[in-house]
């Protein structure tokens, strides 16, 4: 029995519901090739869209977007929380954070690797079993994407004090010779970070999460790609409502010290950005 965070979640990555644009697939199974990938994808379509459809549900009322009915979708949500209307993004913008714009930046990619699985998934002929595959894949990675987000920012805030003290325990001196090598290629010197080894052995991230909070490409996490995915992760889960049925975000924002250096918690002083 899925529980209520799972059960949400489920439908993110591959659901069709969005307004006035809901996707159907009728794939004959006794056509392709391969009869159980087929039977297993078309499973997965339908059990996806009912998900979705009770996680949009559940995300419009809070968010005033009931009055749309109920064709809202997971794209409808996320440009939602991407527009004006949200009452975080004017808050957030008002302390002057500059993980605001940045996490919007995240909350868009997740959009657009949302909206190519769909896209790919409309392009799909029955009897391609390896494109049948591919987009599976593709579905279960922003599926555990999504689905890892509650469970990490739990962790964290049992292990650490915020998210300066996570990166001070963590980060990994950069020696001379790699920083006239990051010089030389023309990569900006962000000081220390955290190399992708410790932050998937120590905060558990996956490397599909890593590569999506690491912005610069360099393989390693900064200071401000670290606090804007746990913005972006502490946003959407209670946007969303993934989390449990106690999440704080307002709690998890002063972990995240969104609000300035030592504003949130002492331990926020710890470190700062380099934008």
């Known amino acids: 029995m899925l529980n209520r965070a799972s059960k949400f979640a489920l439908g993110v990555a591959f659901c069709i519901c969005s307004v006035g644009n ?8 006794h056509d392709t090739p391969n009869t159980k990938a087929a039977a297993d994808y078309q499973s997965d379509l339908m059990q996806l869209e009912n998900a979705c459809q009770e ?21 409808d949500i996320l440009d939602f929380v991407q527009g004006e ?25 997740i959009m657009d690797r949302y909206t190519f699985i769909i896209s790919q998934k409309n392009k799909l002929e029955p009897e391609n079993v390896q494109q049948m595959k591919n987009i599976g894949e593709m579905s279960r990675l922003l599926l555990a994407e999504i689905q890892g987000w509650s469970p990490f920012l739990e962790r964290i805030q049992s292990e650490y004090k915020s998210v300066a003290d996570i990166f001070v325990q963590l980060k990994t001196p950069w020696t001379r010779p790699a920083k006239e090598w990051e010089k030389r290629n023309g990569i900006e010197d962000h000081g220390d970070e955290i190399t992708e080894d410790d932050a998937a052995s120590h905060l558990q991230l996956t490397k599909h999460s890593l590569h999506l909070a690491d912005t610069n490409g360099n393989d390693k996490l900064s200071y401000a790609e670290l606090q804007d995915y746990i913005h972006m992760a502490l946003e ?3 946007i969303l409502q993934t989390g449990p049925s106690d999440f704080d975000s307002v709690n998890v924002r002063e972990f ?20």
């Not at 809901?22 to 199974?29: G, L």
């Not at 996680?55 to 009322?61: F, L, P, T």
């Not at 949200?86 to 930046?105: D, F, I, N, Q, R």
């Open 55 to 75: 996680m949009a549900h559940a995300a419009a009322e809070p968010l005033g977007l009931d009055i749309l009915g109920p064709g809202v979708g997971f794209l």
């Open 85 to 109: 209307k949200a009452a975080w993004v004017g808050k957030c913008h008002e302390t002057g954070s500059p993980s605001c714009a940045k996490t919007l930046a995240l909350i868009k990619k």
């Open 22 to 29: 809901a996707i159907k697939m009728d794939i004959k199974i």
């Open 256 to 275: 995240d010290c969104i609000h300035g250096e030592g504003e949130s918690r002492p331990s926020c002083s710890w470190a700062s950005r380099k934008d």
């Open 236 to 238: 959407l889960v209670g």
